[in-house]
């Protein structure tokens, strides 16, 4: 293979995981636990937090805070497992270097 086509290879190969990482980046992603929804961006961006507790907040406050926690590692997991199907491939091609 020349230095030529390797170059356009190359190019093609930075233009494809460009236009993933935009999809990623502007898609959301929903987090959720029991009390709380949290949307993120693909960016890891928090754009939202909805609180569905209907209880007294002050009283259960530690629980409350565990599970606003728990929702933005859901999130968090789910956009690293896009970020993997979408652009994992990538990584073994280029042997890690991503």
């Known amino acids: 293979m020349n230095m030529q086509n390797l170059m356009a290879q190359a190019q093609r ?3 494809e995981i460009t236009k993933k990482q935009e999809e990623i980046y502007n898609k959301d992603f929903i987090g959720k636990s029991e009390w709380i929804e949290v949307v993120m961006s693909g960016n890891k ?5 909805t609180i569905t507790y209907d209880g007294d907040i002050n ?5 409350l805070s565990d599970m606003i926690t ?3 590692n859901d999130a968090i997991k789910k ?4 970020i993997e199907d979408k652009l994992g491939m990538y ?3 280029l042997g890690g270097l991503m």
């Open 45 to 49: 961006t928090i754009k939202k937090i």
């Open 13 to 15: 190969m930075q233009r």
């Open 70 to 72: 728990i929702a933005i």
């Open 59 to 63: 009283s259960d406050r530690d629980m």
């Open 91 to 93: 990584s073994k091609q």
């Open 79 to 82: 956009i690293e497992k896009e």
